[in-house]
């Protein structure tokens, strides 16, 4: 996949991850764009080492797009967290 493709999963699936986990996030949609992208990292390379599947597989597959998401929870559940701890301190 070329880099626009991961740029437009990388914000497709980071918005899909703030609309499935509800909550004041401190980051705007380059930061949205940036977790997506990321997630889709993480996602695909959870998918090989857990399940020995290729994850990241086109831009249409489905395996694609539920590694992107899932990566990208992780990655937001985990920004909010270090976020939140900066912001309170």
Not at 19 to 34: E, F, N, Q, S, V
Not at 46 to 69: E, H, N, P, R
């Amino acid at each position: 996949m070329g880099i626009l493709a991961w740029i437009l999963i990388g914000l497709l699936a980071g918005l899909i991850a703030k609309a499935l986990m509800p909550g004041r996030d401190p980051g705007g949609l380059i930061i949205t764009m940036l977790i997506g992208i990321a997630g889709g990292l993480l996602g695909g390379w959870l998918g090989k080492v857990i399940f020995g599947v290729d994850s990241i597989d086109g831009f249409f597959d489905l395996s694609t797009w539920i590694a992107a998401i899932v990566g990208s929870l992780i990655l937001l559940a985990v920004y909010r967290v270090i976020a939140g701890k900066r912001r309170h301190a």
